[in-house]
Every structure is written in C-alpha cells, then in structure tokens.
C-alpha cells in the first residue's frame, strides 16, 4: 500500500469506529450503505479537484456549477420524464465545457487559476440568481432522481455503484500515459515542457475531468436533496479539504486520486459525527479551514524532511525518458 494513504486511513478508521461507537447502528449495512450515498458526491468532486490540484492548479468553480447544472435541470425537465436522458447528456456537456473554458483562460492567457475559477464561480452564481431571483423553478423527474435516492437491486444505491465505477475509472486514468504527464506537470512544468509534454492540454484535460465530476455529482445531489439554489455552496472547498487531507500536495505532482477520494470520505465521517454528537453544522467552515491548514503544514514539513531528489531539468530529463 502506498505510504501516503497510511494517515488518512488511519484518521478514517478512527472516525468511522467513532461514530459506531455513539451510533452502533451505523454498522448495519443498510446504515452504512446510505452514509457512501452521501458521501459518494464529494467523493466524485475530489476526485475531479485532484486531477486540477496535482496537475498545480485550483478549480473553485466546482460548487457554483453543480447549482447551476441542478437549477438548469429542474427548468428543463420540469417534471418530464422524456426529457431526462438529453438533459443528463447536456449536464455533462455543460460541465466538460466549463472545465475547457477554465483550462484555456488559465494556459492559454495566463490567468491564474485561483483567479479564473473565482471568477468563474461568481459568473455561475449571478447567472443563476438572475435566472431563478433566488427561486428556482420547475422540477426534477423521478428518473434523474433515481440516482441520487434509489437502489440499484437490494440495498446497493446508485450513488455507490456510480462511484466504485468512476473511480476505478479515475484509479486507471492515473495508471496511464495521461496520468504520468499531470503528475510531471504538476512536478515541474517547465521540465516537462521541456521533455516534450503538451503542459497546457493536460491542464485543460484536468479541468475538463474536474468539471465532468461536478456534473455527475450534480446529478446525484439533485436526486438526493432536490432542488434547491444552494445545493452545491461550499461543495468546492469541501473538495479542496478532501484533497488535501487525503495527502495531494496543493503545489502538485504528489498523491493520488485514492487518497482523494479517502479524504472525502474522512471529511464526510467527521460531520457526520459531529452532526451526531449535536455540534453545530455553522462550525463546518472552521473545521475544514482547520484540517487545510494542518494537512498543508504536515504535507510540507514532510516534503521538507524528504525532498524529491533532481527537482528541475535534470529531474525533467528523467521524466522524459519515463514518457518516450
């Protein structure tokens, strides 16, 4: 097993018998079957936010369009159930080209991406306000709903399923040639540049990836919760937490999309358990500020400890030979 999944594993193990500890019923299959529903969303966007944050860059965008992507559903379908599979399609249309035009606006012509995404996550969020006045309209069909809420045969949600397949999916990505390249980009863009990596495409590609993930979790939120116009608010730096957590260092070019995906789960185990211990939902924001600062200062002084060794051109030279 992979040394970096070591602590985020053990802080999972930790929560999850803490909460069967105050809930015993958590354990029963049923129970803990509906806590990977809730948390299969935010699993999915942190796998997305990984492949942005290990390629070196941010994506805040994510969480102002799951609501976009949410409110435009219900409009669209407004209780028809024809309408459900095209509407589906153009979600994920809608997030791929999100993703294309934060990638572009950060390679192409130089906007950081903090700022690019930020921006993006304002636009999103006034386009919404002004289409709805903070009052959407119409309704989602109970067959886009069925992912989010229903089973797909005894006591297994579509949730979970969606999530074990996307992440295989994500898992065998970062086992490719395109998996090597983000993760020498995010290691050092210009060696990789120089040993012949298209930097600006696998960027793009992340942020495409990034915004496929917001998609799909929109889909499953909006079964879950239904509609509403703060359905993904703070989802972005839920995700960021998650990352974060789950090992990826924010510079890039180290962790993996497992350790993510742990990270959402560790982050969803501990509100579940304050939720049960009668702590505040307010106190969420301060809590994820806290772990995104003890895991950034855990991940560096241990890369400080550890220093990857040939850090530059001739780190570069070596990538090259990898990618040939």
């Avoid at 509906?34 to 936010?49: D, E, I, V, Y």
């Avoid at 990596?197 to 992340?206: F, I, K, L, P, Y």
């Avoid at 962790?255 to 969803?268: D, I, P, R």
């Amino acid at each position: 097993m992979n040394r970096s999944l070591v602590p985020v594993l053990g802080v999972l193990a930790v929560l999850l018998i803490a909460i069967a500890f105050v809930n015993p019923n958590f354990v029963d299959p049923p129970v803990f079957l509906a806590f990977l529903k809730r948390a299969a969303p935010l699993a999915l966007l942190a796998a997305g936010q990984y492949f942005v944050i290990a390629s070196g860059e941010f994506d805040l965008s994510v969480g102002s369009l799951i609501t976009a992507e949410v409110v435009i559903a219900a409009r669209l379908i407004n209780g028809d159930a024809d309408a459900t599979w095209w509407v589906i399609v153009l979600l994920l249309v809608i997030g791929a080209l999100t993703g294309l035009v934060n990638g572009t606006i950060t390679t192409r012509f130089g906007v950081p991406s903090f700022i690019a995404t930020l921006g993006m996550l304002l636009i999103l969020e006034g386009a919404v306000f002004l289409w709805t006045d903070g009052a959407p309209r119409g309704a989602l069909s109970d067959e886009f709903r069925m992912f989010g809420r229903n089973n797909v045969v005894g006591q297994i949600p579509w949730s979970v399923v969606i999530l074990l397949l996307l992440g295989v999916g994500a898992v065998l990505l970062m086992r490719s040639d395109f998996g090597r390249t983000l993760m020498a980009t995010g290691d050092n863009a210009r060696a990789a540049a120089l040993a012949g990596v298209r930097v600006s495409w696998v960027r793009t590609t992340a942020f495409i990836l990034s915004g496929l993930s917001a998609a799909v979790a929109a889909v499953l939120l909006g079964g879950f919760g239904g509609v509403s116009a703060q359905v993904g608010r703070g989802m972005e730096f839920a995700a960021i937490t998650a990352v974060v957590l789950g090992g990826v260092a924010l510079g890039g070019g180290r962790g993996s999309v497992v350790g993510a995906m742990a990270g959402a789960l560790t982050v969803e185990s501990l509100f579940t358990l304050l939720n049960l211990l009668g702590v505040s939902g307010a106190l969420e924001y301060a809590v994820q500020g806290l772990i995104i600062i003890a895991a950034v200062a855990f991940t560096s002084r241990r890369t400080d400890e550890h220093p990857r060794p040939g850090r530059g051109i001739r780190r570069g030279r070596a990538h090259h030979s990898v990618l040939k």
